[in-house]
């Protein structure tokens, strides 16, 4: 099964979480994305990049991928949260002759959240009321239950090394079976001329979620 993820606590009960990611996207390593450079846990992002990098057709794509990378590590420590448990970077051809040339970059976070007991779908209403600046709202019935899906625009502070442009994230806040967290799944990126594509793209991963381990049928035969 090609890009399946599970959150390393899936097997504890409550806290699974189960989402395929389209393709394009690589996971990055937690801990390498925070150290500092010099650490040897920044050896297994360079590990997790490697792939991407040997597609690179000649030097100056490569170099263009590894300034990915930063942009995308800037981002991350902007971004990052208490609960963030998953990151991926998400790198698309622009084949649409318009917008950014070249490569278009994302990055897609998994953040679990605690909330006050309530019905899933009460959760979901309140992910998107509660928040400042959140526009598109919009509630749906996921196949892993009730979701809210919203956007936003935000600009990054002027210290965080990341450029002054601004910054499109999509929510899908997706309520936990348990009653007392919640999957806040987001995508951000700069290539606001392609809105409508990042957001099929969230919508597409938010569809395959599962807080059901997909295994455990196999693994009681």
Known sequence: MP??????????????????RPPGFISLPLDSLSAEPASRKTEALRDAMEPLLATA?????????????????RLFATLRTDGTVHCSLGLHRNDTGSGEA?????????????TAWAP???????????GEGHAHLEYAEMPCGPASFSESVRTPRAD???????????????????GTSLALLTLSTTATAHRDTFRGLLRQIAELVSFDDPFAAGSQG
């Not at 057709?57 to 590590?73: K, V």
């Not at 899933?120 to 509660?130: L, N, P």
């Open 57 to 73: 057709p000649d030097e100056p794509t490569r170099q263009r991928f590894a300034a990915d990378l930063l942009f995308a590590e």
């Open 3 to 20: 890009n399946l993820v599970i959150h390393p606590r899936a097997r504890t009960e409550g806290d699974g979480i189960w989402f395929l």
């Open 102 to 114: 070249g490569m278009l970059l994302s990055l897609f976070t998994v953040t679990w959240v605690n």
């Open 120 to 130: 899933r779908g009460v959760t979901a209403a309140r992910a998107v009321t509660a």
């Open 160 to 178: 965080s090394g990341i450029p002054q442009m601004p910054l499109l994230q999509f929510h899908a806040h997706l309520p936990h079976p348990d």
